[in-house]
């Protein structure tokens, strides 16, 4: 099994900046593709950003410039880093990732969400 562990949501004013991490443990064969969705409450989970093995990087429009994704494949960690945070930015931040366990089974993977609130 893979397990996927966020940390660094928290609360913070406009225009300030956050950094999330999610770390990858358990029986990991290869992670694929990592990525960062957010839900806020009464909408839709919806993509944030992803990124693949290789580095090539994918951002929804209303991020772009403003959050980074990056990837440490040696800790199977997945970062998110965050600037000039606006508060339609405030949702629920899960982690995901595309991989194989030693078994061979490809799935796809959350982690259980931190919080992300954007307020003065």
């Known amino acids: 099994q893979v397990q996927l562990v966020e940390s660094g949501g928290g609360l913070v004013q406009p225009g300030g900046s956050l950094r999330l991490s999610c770390a990858a443990s358990?029986?990991?064969?290869?992670?694929?593709?990592m990525g960062w969705y957010r839900q806020a409450p009464g909408k839709q989970r919806e993509l944030v950003a992803t990124?693949?093995?290789?580095?090539?990087?994918n951002y929804r429009d209303s991020v772009k410039g403003r959050f980074t994704i990056s990837r440490d494949n040696a800790k199977n960690t997945v970062y998110l880093q965050m600037n000039s945070l606006e508060p339609e930015d405030t949702a629920v931040y899960y982690c995901?990732?595309?991989?194989?366990?030693?078994?061979?089974?490809?799935?796809?993977?959350w982690g259980q969400g931190t919080q992300v609130t954007v307020s003065s």
């Open positions: 358990g029986t990991i064969f290869s992670i694929y593709a």
């Open positions: 990124i693949t093995s290789d580095g090539s990087t």
């Open positions: 995901n990732a595309d991989a194989m366990n030693w078994s061979f089974t490809r799935g796809n993977y």
